[in-house]
């Protein structure tokens, strides 16, 4: 479609997404499914769909997290790379790339495809909502857009956390962040040599990898103030399962996993009501760990001289207090040890041609100066809305910095999540003996969405909500999920209760900070709970049909995308009969 052009212009819509990200591509698709005369529109701030997986920031030596069978949407199967590009079922990006591409395309409602339906290149400045009880959208070139419901795709890695380094404006070389890595062209420059990558994340993993392969000098700088390296989990499965991924989303995984999603499985009652079955957990999880160590061997000889155990995880992988990716190279962890230097310590300074470490608390002869041309910073994003005024943002239940919280809003919301912790412990007492951690410093309020989607400031108001405002493990599943349940949401079929929905937040909240610690204090990380939560999604507006292969392989099988091919037609016949 044609973009907004004009400050005089003003366009109507029935719905329109902010974000052609994974988030945003289900939402008009499953909206679609169910209404397809809606006029609907996408604004995408980039000339590419995909957000994270745009083509512009997919770098080739990129590998999916997610798998052939579960890196898809369940109505449109995608064909399984070639063999040489997979490893035990994990891919090369770009080739998920294409499939979005492709997907967008061959989605065509009323004549109109979803490509036709995005308008590129609109960066929305502003979202209010005004007395004609629509939203209406500015645009960065002074166009409205106004609609009659709102979702915001935008999701959670929209805006690069950069955080500043003391002397970088005098620095002569490459400053970027690692979202920009995949249109960065220096790793095929001769004269760019010497390489510095700062943070312990799978998003830093990937490019130190890149960076060591392609010949560079190499630094990875994890500083000694966070929260330590991730941990990078075996992409090899067991027994009948072909990868991690496929043994580790199964329903009886999930049994192992505290969170408070799942109300009335007997299984979940037994592993962590029980004294027997939260010896189980532990052990599963204890063995986990331990095969994980034992496989990247911290201390192997050869990663001595490059300082190799400094990315040995600080905490157990249970705990995510630095977060977890998938290893998908058979070579990642010789290829570091050999070629990578790894220091965890904390930047001092940046000079023209230089960077300074200086470990924590140590005397400045302890400093390491190295020589510089490239310094990417793979240091996440940042959690806030840059759509919404900050009183409304508040309102809505978004991140925003904790100064601009009010005395009274914050005690109220305290006290819904004192009670939630009671909660939690009550129902998973493991949770309450996390392992010595370092705990980072909290700037921001956390996310209080019901559902991690749904704003409580006023609950007869069903024109507004969030996708994706949460960290997963299988977004794509999630993605689909989120979609259909934001359009029984949008259409009014799912009944809520104000006082429900603050309780449920604030032990989301709870648990999110006792579960994921560090990484929880958002309230917006699940990673290993993505299964559960999609379940609770789905029975909340009574579809089963992603439950329908017999309870043998409903508890082994392996969750993958073809399970959810059949609940639009489900949610069409349950609420627009005929």
């Keep these: 479609m044609s973009g907004p052009e004009s400050s005089q212009s003003r366009f109507i819509y029935d719905v329109v997404i902010i974000g052609a990200g994974l988030y945003g591509i289900q939402a008009a698709r499953y909206y679609l499914d169910i209404h397809p005369n809606a006029r609907l529109c996408i604004l995408e701030s980039d000339n590419v769909i995909g957000g994270t997986w745009s083509s512009k920031r997919i770098y080739d030596a990129f590998w999916t997290q997610t798998p052939v069978g579960m890196a898809e949407f369940s109505d449109r199967p995608m064909s399984p790379p070639p063999e040489q590009d997979q490893y035990y079922g994990f891919f090369r990006a770009h080739y998920l790339t294409k499939y979005l591409e492709a997907y967008v395309s061959d989605h065509i409602y009323n004549s109109q495809s979803i490509r036709q339906r995005i308008a590129f290149n609109v960066k929305v400045e502003g979202v209010e909502k005004t007395e004609d009880r629509l939203w209406t959208v500015t645009c960065r070139n002074g166009a409205q857009i106004k609609t009659a419901k709102l979702i915001d795709a935008t999701g959670m890695t929209s805006i690069p956390n950069m955080p500043h380094v003391p002397g970088q404006e005098g620095f002569r070389g490459l400053l970027i962040h690692h979202k920009d890595f995949g249109q960065s062209t220096f790793l095929d420059d001769p004269k760019k040599k010497n390489i510095a990558v700062l943070g312990g994340a799978k998003s830093a993993a990937d490019v130190v990898y890149a960076a060591a392969k392609a010949g560079k000098n190499t630094s990875w700088i994890i500083r000694k103030e966070g929260a330590g390296p991730a941990a990078l ?96 190279r058979p070579d990642f962890y010789s290829t570091i040890a050999k070629r990578v230097h790894v220091y965890r310590q904390s930047i001092d300074h940046l000079s023209a041609d230089s960077i300074t470490l200086n470990a924590n608390g140590a005397s400045a002869s302890n400093s390491r100066s190295l020589p510089l041309d490239v310094l990417i910073m793979c240091t996440g994003w940042l959690p806030h809305s840059q759509l919404f005024p900050t009183p409304v943002a508040l309102d809505l239940g978004l991140p925003t910095a904790i100064a601009e919280s009010t005395p009274e809003e914050t005690a109220g919301w305290e006290t819904l999540e004192d009670g939630g912790d009671r909660n939690i412990f009550a129902r998973f007492p493991l949770l309450r003996h996390p392992p010595a951690h370092f705990k980072t410093r909290t700037l921001y309020t956390p996310c209080r969405l019901y559902r991690a989607m749904v704003p409580v400031i006023d609950i007869e108001d069903h024109s507004i909500i969030f996708l994706g405002k949460l960290i997963v493990g299988n977004n794509f599943r999630v993605a689909e999920v989120q979609a259909l349940w934001a359009v029984a949401y949008l259409d009014g079929n799912i009944q809520l209760q104000r006082q429900g929905m603050e309780l449920e937040i604030g032990e989301t909240v709870a648990w999110c900070r006792r579960r994921y610690l560090s990484k929880g204090d958002l309230g917006s990380w699940f990673y290993f709970d993505a299964l559960d939560y999609t379940d609770m999604l ?39 009969p005929l």
């Design 233 to 328: 989990l075996s992409a090899e499965g067991r027994g009948p399962y072909l990868n991690s991924n496929e043994s580790f989303y199964t329903r009886l995984v999930a049994g192992f996993l505290p969170n408070p999603f799942n109300n009335t499985s007997w299984l979940k009652r037994f592993l962590h009501g029980t004294a027997i079955g939260r010896w189980l957990v532990k052990r599963l999880w204890d063995g986990v760990d331990i095969d994980n160590r034992k496989k990247a061997d911290y201390k192997r000889a050869e990663g001595r001289e490059m300082e190799f155990e400094n990315l040995e995880p600080d905490t157990p992988v249970f705990w995510q207090n630095d977060s977890s990716g998938i290893n998908q």
């Design 538 to 576: 789905l029975e909340q507006i009574g579809l089963r049909s992603h439950r329908s292969r017999g309870w043998l392989k409903d508890l082994f099988g392996p969750c993958k995308a073809a399970d959810l091919k059949y609940l639009a037609d489900e949610y069409i016949k349950a609420y627009l």
